[in-house]
């Protein structure tokens, strides 16, 4: 069961501790035609029907950071550079904010 909608399909079942895990065989092949991600609702329209969406494991503020120069930083070594961060419609811009700043996985890999 997903929300409201019975499916029967030959899956692969993995090891996770989310509830569900779509693939994009089921989202975007379905013979209902596609499922619409509505992201910015935390929906998804499938089979005619809206199923909530909850995210796992992702903070819920995330803000883009760029450097703000070119810099060359060689390998297995650290430093301190100047950076742009976005800024969230929620922020108070006269009120003064310290934010700690973590690489993604994938940034640490790259």
């Known amino acids: 069961m997903l929300g409201d909608i019975s499916l029967t399909r030959e899956i692969i079942v ?5 509830d569900a895990l779509l693939g994009i065989d089921i989202l975007q ?3 209902g035609g596609p499922a619409n991600l509505l992201l910015s609702r ?3 329209l499938f089979q005619g029907k809206e199923i ?3 995210q796992i494991g992702l903070k ?3 803000r883009k950071v760029r450097a703000a120069d070119n810099y ?3 390998g297995q070594s650290q430093a301190i550079i100047d950076v742009m961060i976005d ?3 929620s922020d108070d811009l006269m009120q003064d904010t310290e934010l700690i700043i973590e690489a ?3 940034f640490k890999e790259t």
Request: proline share 8%.
């Open 14 to 18: 993995a090891e996770i501790e989310d």
């Open 104 to 106: 993604t996985d994938h």
């Open 87 to 89: 800024r969230l419609e």
């Open 29 to 31: 092949n379905d013979e």
């Open 52 to 54: 909530p969406c909850i």
């Open 60 to 62: 819920k503020e995330i």
């Open 42 to 44: 935390g929906v998804i």
């Open 72 to 74: 060359t930083i060689p």
